[in-house]
């Protein structure tokens, strides 16, 4: 076990040097998709797993085969990173850290209007008083039962997807661009106009929040900071970003205090940010991920089943991964619960250990984007890198595929393209 853990720690020093110092070297890095998901992968899985050394050696059949997956794909996968599209990259940031304004009104207007046809289109099937967010605020009681009333309801397969990606891209983007359209008006000692765009973003904040979801608020909050230090050119500033990320985390906190009834103060806060908060973004992600591995080593992998189309395609019968994970793991399990992990692990217990490359594959594909991202201009490119940095987090807990298109990572190009079509437009 000494052995298993000495190692851990040495692959885990050696992953944060390399990523702190192409950071601190090639600063638009932080540019790519591919750096900003191994980012995340470094901070929420790598250094927990190799704090929880001890258990993953005690627990798992097979530990060092999760150890060459755990910190074989984030080394494997920022050489990588480092050697593709540096070019398109460093494009890209200079455009973004030379630009003056990174707002526009059609932008605005084009956003708002689609987030306005999707909120009303909700509101039409669920109403107000029935949301989530509404039983949160006034009959927390009824909190959770709410949020899940407020998801089934939603039986009609555009409306779902169509708010899914509110929440995921066109919500988020108009937040960036409202937010520096109202600090712009505020530097220019234009009040009432900032001040009416303040309740604009806080009434799209509210938008994502209506099924009394706490993670699409943060999201948001998440994406404005991050197009701060994009338009400040990055600075690595620990202190700033450590409180940005405390910052962030307090919007998900205030929620589950008001859900449970109880009356915010500072010590509950603290109380809930160290225990639950923290463990959903510091544990969680490593903790399904060792299920999946756990039941790969001692039942075998599951292979092609584990990918629903290719499964069928090949007349085997698809296996809904997450499902028999939730159902084997948890100690009160539901029939529709899932144990979503990192598309690495997820690939991990289909393939095993070469499924290492798979993964490494998808991650630099991730950064094709940038051929695109080089040719906009910078009043869509300021919102879009902004947004970028969500579905990122989302690919740490999220399946691939599923990031790709219900998380929003393959909508956010689509919606330049469709800005950029109208900024084209004469007036």
Known sequence: ??????????????????????????????????????????????????????????????????????????????????????????????????????????????????SLLIILYYLSVVPLKSSGLYAILFNPSLAIQSREDSLTLLDNVYLKYGYTFLRSVFAPMLSVLVFHKCFEFYKNKRYVKSAAFLLFLFLTILSVMLPGDRASAANIILAIIFSLFLKKGMPLKPHIIIGSGIFVLLIPVILSILREGRVINFNLIVDYLSTGIFRRVFSVPLETGLWHAHYAQTNGFFGIEGIPKLASLYGKEPISISNLIYQLYTSAPIPSGTANTSYVFSYYSMFGVSSILLSVIGLCLLDIVLLLYRRLPVIILAPVLSVSIIPAMRFVSSDYTTTLLTGGYLLIPCTALALLFILKLKR
């Open 1 to 114: 076990m000494q052995w298993y853990i000495i190692i851990s720690y040495l692959l885990l020093i050696s992953t944060t040097l390399s990523l702190s110092l192409s950071i601190i070297y090639f600063r638009h890095m932080l540019i790519k998709p591919s750096t900003l998901v191994l980012g995340f992968y470094h901070i929420q899985i790598q250094w927990s797993g190799t704090l929880q050394s001890e258990l993953i050696y005690t627990n798992l059949p097979n530990p060092y085969e999760f150890l060459i997956v755990l910190h074989g794909f984030p080394l494997l996968g920022l050489f990588l990173s480092l050697m593709l599209f540096r070019k398109q990259s460093l494009c890209v940031f200079n455009s973004i850290k030379s630009s003056q304004t990174i707002t526009s009104n059609r932008a605005i207007l084009a956003l708002a209007a689609i």
